[in-house]
């Protein structure tokens, strides 16, 4: 659902289907990276062309100070709309979080819709969400997001008849504020139904994770920036049909797989949404929502783009996000992703040190996958022991829940029971307990 935004007598649409072109402005102070404007500019446009919207034209603005009426000061503000107009764009969009106030002033002197970073993302979000789930928590977003902007759609009724005889103008105010009441209420009735029906799915989630759990297979969970080579990665493991994209948040759902390692340990593939900096407050819970997978998860696969130039900062930006998630002391292997089409040797060297338990690899192209099982399998083995277990006869259904579990060392027979030492996963040797034998 793209958002009309009303102006004087003029209402602007900002979907895909009716912008043509679009303007994009990076804004950063004199104390701040222009090197890293210059990347979070080139990032604004892969997000604007991944919303499905031309470029026309980009611009840095190096500012002193911020304007609270219209977010950039007069001379910037004149020089980005006489550069937008020169290239026939309809659409502004800024590399920031913009105020209600801001983003109205800002289409009177544009005389077209104007979004902010965070509007970009939401109407990416809702364009990709597959699952119940992600389609709830992403109206609920928009909904948060709309909320504050009421006024500027009911702000051309005043300006329109303000001049229209004694009383008119106070008049039309007062039914645009009654009229902002009425749909304030009608977005906290919808607020309130989405938080029950996102309840009711989460519920169901807990349900369907915890038959996960008791299949008692390792989980690893695959984290990172997104557009690093997640899906990739998961597709040329198990061969999965998820979608692989050059785009964006291309994944917004988990996706689950089987996978069997080269020492025969099966274990359970999870891709995550990406990460991305600046994530707008309102699809925090968004993110949660899927990202519980990563909680639950054994050990993380932590897919960075090494190709990238700002890899660092990206591999900063996932850490943080964890950190927000309280899952930053879980096991991690950080996976260099994309090391055919790296130009810097010396950013492998600088993550080995920053990062110790890494691997290099191109998921795309199936370099490295050897040494990534081998790790993987380590990583595992801190988390396994060899147990010696006797079972009955009449309990011999748990020889093959065994065999399902970890790996057979040895077995034997003495008389009617069957002797086994097994390498499993601690985490499943309490539901078999009986069966040890010391």
Partial sequence: MSENITNKNKTYETSPQEIKKAYLVSVYKGNQNADLAKEHLEEL???????????????????RRYDAATFITEGKLEEVLNAAKNCNANLLIFDDEIAPSQQRNLENLFKGPVMDRTGVILEVFAQRAQTKEAQLQIDLAKLKYQAPRLKRLW?????????????????????????????????????????????????????????????????????????????????????AKVLIEDKLFATLDTTTRKFTLVNNQDILLIDTVGFIRKLPHLLVAAFKSTLEEALHADILLHVVDVSHPMAEEQAQTSYEVLKELNAENKPVITVLNKIDQCQNPNII???????????????????????????????????????R??????????????????????????????????????????????????
Wanted: some cysteine; proline content about 2%; overall charge positive.
């Fill in 45 to 63: 446009e892969l997000l604007t062309k991944t919303y499905g919207v031309e470029i026309a034209g980009k611009q840095i603005c190096l500012v």
């Fill in 389 to 438: 277990f006797r079972i009955p006869q009449k309990d011999y259904a748990k020889v093959s829940e065994l065999m399902r579990l970890g790996n057979i060392i040895h077995q034997d027979y003495e008389e009617n029971d069957v002797i086994l030492r097994v390498d499993l996963p601690t985490a499943a040797i309490g539901r078999l307990q009986q069966y040890i034998e010391e």
């Fill in 155 to 239: 702000s051309h009724l005043s300006r329109q008849h303000g001049s229209g005889g004694a009383g008119g103008g106070a008049y039309l105010k007062g039914e645009g504020e009654k009229q902002i009441e009425i749909d304030r209420r009608i977005l906290k009735k919808e607020i309130d139904t989405l938080n029950k029906e996102i309840k009711e799915v989460r519920e169901n989630r807990e349900m369907q994770r915890s038959s996960r759990i008791r299949s008692e297979l390792p989980i690893f969970a695959i984290i990172g920036y997104t557009n690093a080579g997640k899906s990739t990665l998961l597709h040329a493991l198990t061969d």
């Fill in 349 to 387: 060297q600088k993550m080995k040190v920053l990062y110790p338990k890494t691997v290099c690899i191109s998921a795309k192209e199936k370099i490295g996958f050897n040494e990534l099982q081998q790790i993987m399998m380590e990583e595992l083995s801190r988390r396994r022991k060899i147990v």
